[in-house]
């Protein structure tokens, strides 16, 4: 048998509920009686039923997150911090994978495997926001993600534009005028891509550089490929910028390997920004400046939310908005080589 909450409260000498407010972390324990149960909790290895705890509640401990590729490093490193949020309120990530594919996002949104999760936590790509607004699933949803949606769900995401306008001012004070930016897409205007090269044109502009709209790349997707794909599409045009914003980290590491491959010198001949701080940013050959989203807070106001739906202690919908930072490593941090046309 396993060792109860009555246990405990008499190896401690107190009440089942002065235990229970222990193990629940209830504030209104003091520092002495909270010591005296802990004790007694760690002697006899008691360890809380969490199961039967959610069941009283109605629930099943178990919360989803839904993104759209696991082959991306970016959404493994957010996953893991999200089942590390959860675990701090009890609760398991059941992880799920749309793919990236509109009819696995409805199929998700709308409600598959309700009956076992409590919320759901998603990252969409193509969802729309009548989509959501049609969305008839009591459980709670919180978006991850920069699309923008006008939808009554928490919704968790950096600011794309601001951020994006970091990374190119960043490029700018070293003195870099011609910047590509690789990554764009074609569609919706709401998409992270489309918020990303907005920052690109308006930073620019603020800095008094005419956005040239020949230095944007569209890529096809989000992946190393792309990247290498376009940077040897934009070279192979006879246009050379001498710095790249590439939409992420893995775009970015594919157009590095290009302009490698042709002998351009990074930083010296051209510098490279990404975005996302994906571990292989720190690692290879030459590492790679990039904005870095706070992940960790991402996770935790994402599972917070969820949370506080479930405990009815949110009303208003809330649109929240983690912190980023850039970081410089060697891919613009070198010294450049003067001379005419440089930059």
């Excluded at 409260?9 to 005296?36: C, E, L």
């Excluded at 009956?115 to 607004?133: A, C, K, R």
Aim: glycine share 8%.
């Amino acid at each position: 048998m396993g060792v109860s909450l009555k246990d405990v409260a008499q190896r401690a000498g107190v009440s089942i509920k002065t235990v229970s407010n222990v193990v629940n972390n209830y504030q209104h324990v003091t520092p002495k009686m909270r010591a005296k149960v802990q004790q007694a909790i760690d002697e006899l290895g008691y360890r809380p039923n969490l199961t039967a705890r959610h069941l009283r509640k109605g629930r099943t401990g178990i919360i989803a997150l839904a993104v759209p590729e696991f082959g991306n490093p970016y959404f493994a490193e957010l996953a893991g911090a999200v089942v590390d949020a959860a675990a701090r309120h009890d609760y398991t990530v059941l992880v799920d994978h749309t793919a990236g594919l509109r009819e696995k996002e409805l199929l998700v949104s709308q409600g598959f495997r309700s009956h076992v999760i409590d919320g759901l936590i998603l990252s969409p790509i193509h969802l729309e926001t009548e989509d959501l607004m049609a969305r008839t699933e009591t459980a709670p949803l919180v978006l991850l993600g920069e699309r923008e949606y006008e939808a009554p769900y928490d919704h968790i995401a950096i600011d794309n534009v601001a951020a994006a306008r970091t990374a190119v001012r960043h490029l700018v004070e070293q003195g870099h005028r011609r910047i590509a930016f690789v990554g764009s897409r074609t569609g919706r205007e709401r998409q992270p891509a489309h918020l990303r090269l907005r920052g690109w044109r308006e930073e620019l502009a603020a800095s008094g550089i005419e956005p040239d709209e020949s230095l944007v790349v569209v890529t096809d997707g989000y992946g190393r490929e792309d990247g290498a794909a376009a940077m040897a599409a934009l070279l192979d045009r006879g246009v050379r910028p001498t710095a790249v914003f590439a939409y992420n980290d893995l775009i970015a590491v594919g157009a590095m390997r290009t302009a490698t491959e042709r002998g351009l010198g990074i930083p010296g001949d051209i510098a490279f920004v990404g975005f996302d701080d994906i571990e292989e940013s720190s690692y290879g050959a030459t590492t790679l400046t990039t904005i870095a989203p706070d992940k960790e807070a991402i996770a935790r106001l994402a599972v917070d939310s969820l949370v506080e739906r479930l405990s009815g202690q949110a009303v208003e919908p809330r649109r929240r908005r983690p912190g980023y930072r850039l970081v410089v490593r060697e891919s613009t941090s070198a010294e450049r080589p003067a001379g005419p046309g440089s930059r």
